[in-house]
């Protein structure tokens, strides 16, 4: 009896110290599914993880010591803070994953309940322990360092556990896989969506674990989000040619959208590896700087643009242009095929039919050889979303309510640009919480961060 109430007492302490659960969303969610007919819902395959947050109240951080500060435990992992966000946008997600039968699994789990959402693709496992994240950040709200354990995730996820969900993800309007995922794991989920042509999203995670993009490449990614890092370890793992190309000079001390030009021209050589592969999209986070998206010049959804543009050479051999605002430029033939959206962004009537704009060339597709992708160069088209203004809080799940937010919009059938810029929208809400996904969101807030995002985004390439 002791020790049944002594762990009713540690799970009571540590359920203090997370978000208490919304029951209007939930209300709200229940009246959307009921309300709308959806073909699919997008699906995240990744980790659940218990985010145990601590931040120094002023003084920075001594190695070797402690300093005063806070300890929060948050409901995170890179699949779960996306679904979770996604949901709480008013679309509901599938998430696959797994956590044990230990405390912390057993928090995660009753707060995905007490949103309304289905445990359905979650496994329980009794012989592992739940995925635990111990980060450290510094008095900007920035990561100073970080331990992490997913063994769970990568013992216990496995393609058998994916293969039982194969038409709710051949069903999706996109999927997502993290990379905390193992080869195996992430080859199955990305087999199961190629077969029935759902774009596939890859959040690399990290610098280690972003090289498991190589396996994929046969699938056709149709989007990754690595930042500045990742994207280079992605790039080097799959040809040696571009190894210390970025290190070639150093930033100049130019500001806004000149300096993102030039981070990006400093990346062009990684940039053109990725998409010599077949990937469609890289989405490029940047920081402060915002986000870029990436793709090859022939991608149809920027043809219409291109004889709109004022191209010239640059002096140091590049190719740029006088900056175009996007909203000016984006492609009528997608612009047509969307359906009517509402002033946020969002499509206001999720119809029974599938809008894919995401088609694979054919049935039988092979990764080129990468290895002449720098001496080929290909036209690269580039989209910069700027960050928007805000106070920080944490920068902890920023990315993912960017990934989330861009998902959302996209399972909406809005168009590509304008559901990145409600990703940026949406992370800002993020770095002004606490918490890896914020309690709720205001559409009005959103909406008109959308619309000043849009006012700023310009279009170069590379």
């Not at 209007?24 to 959806?38: D, I, P, T």
């Not at 309940?113 to 994240?133: D, F, M, R, Y």
């Not at 030009?261 to 920081?287: D, F, N, P, Q």
């Not at 580039?382 to 959302?408: F, K, Q, R």
């Amino acid at each position: 009896m002791m020790e049944r109430a002594s762990s009713r007492l540690r799970l009571s302490t540590i359920s203090r110290h997370l978000s208490a659960p919304s029951q209007r969303f939930a209300s709200q969610l229940k009246n959307l599914s009921a309300s709308k007919k959806v073909l699919g819902m997008p699906v995240i395959i990744g980790a659940m993880v218990l985010d145990i947050h601590a931040v120094p109240f002023a003084a920075d951080l001594q190695r070797g010591t402690t300093v005063p500060g806070k300890v929060t435990y948050v409901q995170g992992g890179v699949g779960r803070n996306v679904a979770e966000c996604i949901t709480k946008l008013g679309v509901p997600a599938f998430l696959i994953s797994v956590v044990g039968q230990d405390m912390a699994g057993q928090l995660l789990v009753a707060h995905w309940l007490s949103l309304g959402l289905s445990i359905e693709g979650v496994q329980q496992c009794a012989e592992c322990v739940t995925p635990v994240v111990s980060a450290v950040f510094d008095t900007k709200g920035e990561l100073a360092t970080a331990v992490a354990d997913v063994t769970a995730l990568e013992e216990h996820m496995t393609p058998k556990w994916i293969c039982q969900f194969v038409d709710i993800i051949q069903s999706a309007p996109v999927m997502m896989v993290d990379a905390n995922l193992m080869p195996n794991v992430l080859e199955a989920a990305c087999s199961l969506a190629r077969e029935a042509n759902v774009p596939i999203w890859f959040e690399p995670v990290s610098v280690p674990k972003s090289v498991r993009a190589t396996g994929l490449l046969k699938y056709q990614i149709t989007f990754a989000s690595p930042n500045k890092a990742e994207l280079i370890s992605m790039a080097e793992n799959l040809t040696c040619s571009v190894k210390g190309m970025m290190s070639q000079g150093s930033l100049s001390t130019k500001t806004g959208s000149a300096r993102v030009k030039e981070i990006v021209w400093k990346l062009r050589h990684h940039i053109y590896v990725l998409l010599a592969t077949g990937m469609k999209y890289i989405v490029l986070t940047l920081g402060k700087h915002g986000v870029v998206l990436c793709s090859t010049r022939n991608n149809p959804m920027f043809q219409d643009s291109l004889g709109q543009m004022d191209l010239s050479s640059d002096a140091d051999g590049g190719t740029t242009f006088d900056a175009i605002p996007v909203a000016a430029i984006l492609s009528r033939a997608i612009a047509s095929s969307l359906t009517e959206t509402s002033s946020d962004g969002i499509s206001s009537n999720v119809t029974n039919t599938q809008t894919n704009i995401f088609e694979f060339p054919n049935d039988s597709y092979e990764p080129p050889h990468v290895q002449n992708a720098v001496q080929s160069e290909p036209k690269v088209m580039c989209v910069h979303l700027p960050a928007l203004p805000s106070t920080v809080v944490s920068l902890s799940g920023a990315g993912d309510c960017l990934v989330a937010g861009t998902m959302a919009a996209l399972s909406g059938n809005c168009d590509l640009v304008r559901s990145l810029a409600y990703g940026v929208a949406v992370a800002r809400l993020a770095v002004q919480s606490d918490s890896n996904v914020p309690e709720c969101f205001s559409r009005n807030s959103i909406s008109d961060d959308v619309q000043f995002v849009m006012s700023q985004t310009q279009v170069f390439h590379i």
